[in-house]
């Protein structure tokens, strides 16, 4: 019988081991869970900045961090944050939710400004909120009261 080099010779199976000792492992690439992927926004200062990505944080003071380390700036000259606007929109501030196409501004101190305010009404007419980073600011001010005069 002439030699064929593509003719295949019969395989011998080896005899089955039991298993039941080893544990069972995942050899199936298909089967393998994938890695959870990084979750990453965008922001930018609120005066203006090129885009940084955040990653990695779960409150607003780990935000406030990241935010700081991708600007260089220290952590308390951020004031408060909006979402999709820079513009100071006090209906806009990032509070308990963060959608994954929304954009962070950051707004930051500026410059100080003194001022004298003699009270002649029941109120000063401000709202003041904290910022999540144990930052208090003014959140509003009330038409006809004394503070919108200054």
């Not at 039991?18 to 298909?30: E, F, I, K, L, V």
């Not at 779960?58 to 406030?64: H, R």
């Not at 999709?84 to 006090?90: F, Q, S, V, Y």
């Amino acid at each position: 019988m002439p030699f064929n080099p593509f003719k295949r010779k019969k395989e011998q199976k080896p005899p089955a081991t039991p298993q039941a000792s080893t544990p069972a492992t995942n050899t199936d690439t298909r089967e393998k869970p994938q890695e959870a992927s990084k979750l990453t926004f965008h922001a930018q200062l609120a005066h203006g900045s090129p885009t940084a990505k955040l990653e990695a944080f779960t409150n607003l003071k780990e935000l406030y961090k990241s935010i700081a380390n991708a600007f260089g700036i220290p952590m308390e000259e951020i004031l408060f944050c909006t979402l999709n606007t820079h513009k100071c929109d006090m209906e806009r501030l990032i509070g308990g939710q963060i959608g994954l196409e929304d954009f962070i501004f950051a707004h930051v101190k500026g410059e100080r400004k003194d001022c004298r305010v003699v009270k002649s009404m029941a109120s000063l007419g401000l709202t003041i909120t904290d910022n999540g980073n144990c930052y208090p600011f003014v959140k509003r001010i009330k038409v006809s009261e004394v503070f919108e005069e200054i």
